[in-house]
C-alpha cells in the first residue's frame, strides 16, 4: 500500500513538473456522442473520451496558446493497444497552414507511457489540433495533447519518469 501511494504521489509531482503545454478533453471543445471512459490506466486526468461502434459525428478540437513562437514536438495521449484505430484522422493548425495525418492508436505511447510525439510543427501564438472518426478503422480515443517547444526537450530528459504500474500494482494488492 505504501509503494501505490509512493508511486501515485510520483505521478502527480511529474504531471505538476511536465515541461510543455497539456490541454486535455476536459479543456478542448468536442461535437458528438463521445463516451468518457477509465477503462485504460494511463491517461491524462479524470477520464478521456472514447468512439462507440455504429455512432458518428464525433470530433474534438484542442486549442494551445503557445509561450513563446516556435517550433514545437506535438504529443497525443490515447493510451494504446488492441481494438482502436489505425487510421485516427488528426489535422494539425499551425503557422505553415493545416497538416493532416492519421496515426495508429494500437500502438504504446512512447513517452512515460503517455505520450506519442506526431512531428514537429511552428506556432506562432496558437496551436489547434483536430480528431474525428471519420476514416477511422475502430474504436478512437481522444484524451490529451501535449506541445514541447524543442528548447524544453533536453530538461524534460532530466525529470525523474514515474512508474505507470499503479494499475498492476493494486490488482497484486487485491489478490
Known amino acids: ?34 463516451r468518457k471512459s477509465t477503462n485504460r490506466p494511463n491517461r491524462i486526468g479524470d477520464y478521456y473520451l472514447a468512439t462507440d461502434k455504429g455512432k458518428s459525428g464525433y470530433s474534438i478540437t484542442w486549442k494551445a496558446k503557445v509561450p513563446k513562437p516556435g517550433i514545437y514536438e506535438l504529443r497525443v495521449s490515447f493510451g494504446g493497444g488492441p481494438g482502436l484505430a489505425t487510421s485516427a484522422p488528426y489535422t494539425i493548425r499551425g503557422v505553415d497552414g493545416e497538416t493532416k495525418l492519421t496515426i495508429d492508436q494500437t500502438v504504446r ?31 478512437v480515443i481522444a484524451d490529451a495533447i501535449q506541445l514541447v ?5 533536453d530538461q524534460e530528459a532530466k525529470s525523474p519518469t514515474p512508474a505507470i504500474n499503479i494499475k498492476k500494482m493494486e490488482s497484486d494488492l487485491k489478490k
Do not use: C, M, S
Open 109 to 139: 505511447p512512447t513517452i512515460r507511457g503517455l505520450w506519442y510525439p506526431i512531428g514537429q510543427y511552428r506556432f506562432d501564438t496558437h496551436a489547434e489540433v483536430n480528431l474525428t472518426e471519420k476514416g477511422a478503422n475502430g474504436y
Open 1 to 34: 500500500e505504501k509503494e501505490i501511494e509512493q508511486q501515485k504521489k510520483l505521478v502527480k509531482k511529474a504531471d505538476e513538473n511536465a515541461v510543455g503545454i497539456i490541454v486535455d478533453n476536459t479543456e478542448a471543445e468536442t461535437a458528438g456522442p463521445w
Open 149 to 153: 517547444h524543442l528548447g524544453d526537450i
